[in-house]
């Protein structure tokens, strides 16, 4: 698995849906890039908080940290689960 490429893990998400497969991946304008595959809520949003912080510029499809480096792109679940709001 660590050979695909993301839109082949998502591809493989969206063939099972017996077991939720929330996959998350990491880029960097230097062009370091990691994908993972959670299948809780919890593991994928620890991965993304790690590498952008917990409250990043949300986008229409992707997250960017504060300073412009890093971005999470996510499939199995939404941005908005990845990052809610401050309470």
Same mark, same amino acid.
């Given at each position: 698995?660590?050979?695909?490429?993301?839109? !082949?893990?998502?591809?493989?998400?969206?063939?099972?849906? %017996?077991?939720? +497969? #929330?996959?998350?991946? @990491?880029?960097?304008?230097?062009?370091?890039?990691?994908?993972?595959?959670?299948?809780?809520?919890?593991? !994928?949003?620890?991965?993304?908080?790690?590498?952008?912080? %917990?409250?990043? +510029? #949300?986008?229409?499809? @992707?997250?960017?940290?504060?300073?412009?480096?890093?971005?999470?792109?996510?499939?199995?679940?939404?941005? !908005?689960?990845?990052?809610?709001?401050?309470?």
């Amino acid at each position: 698995m660590v050979n695909d490429t993301f839109a !082949a893990q998502v591809a493989k998400n969206n063939a099972k849906h %017996a077991m939720k +497969e #929330i996959i998350v991946r @990491y880029s960097s304008i230097d062009g370091a890039s990691y994908t993972r595959t959670y299948t809780t809520l919890k593991g !994928a949003r620890k991965f993304a908080h790690e590498w952008i912080g %917990a409250h990043p +510029e #949300i986008g229409t499809s @992707y997250a960017v940290s504060f300073d412009g480096v890093g971005k999470i792109t996510v499939s199995g679940a939404t941005l !908005a689960e990845l990052f809610p709001e401050r309470e």
